[in-house]
């Protein structure tokens, strides 16, 4: 039960920073503009195209899908990248002080729906090691009894562990008057038992 609560744990914690890491990748990379635009603002981000129910697509501006001939769909290219100033290298593109780029909408969606699923697969695990928790779809009284029943096992378990460390001790005195008498046997005929030769 100790592994299973192990492992519970475990899969909490990376559930945890699996959603960290989830929050941090959007709050990153999407190209921060808002779900709904304000009314009555005319600088506002523009509304999206509507887009079937069933694709898989990044939702684009209207303004863009309606460029490209296929308003109904959403399915337009992404829009290009601002040109870049004269005298503008990549080192001065890549500053590490400035925030990352967004992602293009089809890796955004596409990223999205990976960290979706990784959420899921976690909490799928998360909810296996739980339904096989010792306990777990019995009852009070069931699992009442069955302490009760682990308890008496405890006991007897313990009284046969006392019966052996009696015996061990038991058999240990044994031994040291074997090993006494040997070394008493040894050292006697040493002592009194060896006579010089040519007396």
Known sequence: ?????????TCLDQLATQFYATLG?????????PAT????????APALAKISKNTTLPPVPASIAAKAGDATTGQASPPPAPPQQPGEGPAEAEDPNLPPQPASPRTFASRQRELARDLIIKEQQIEYLISVLP???ASEAEQEARIRELEKQ???VEKEREDK????????????????????????????GVKEVGN
């Open 1 to 9: 039960m100790a592994d299973i609560l192990t492992q519970l744990q």
């Open 25 to 33: 990748y959007l709050s990153t990379y999407h190209d921060n503009s």
């Open 37 to 44: 635009p304000p009314p009555n603002v005319p600088d506002a």
């Open 135 to 137: 306990g777990i779809g």
């Open 154 to 156: 405890l006991r007897d």
């Open 165 to 192: 460390v009696q015996e061990l001790r038991a058999l240990r005195r044994r031994l040291e008057g074997v090993l006494g008498a040997v070394s008493v046997g040894i050292h006697g005929d040493r002592e009194g």
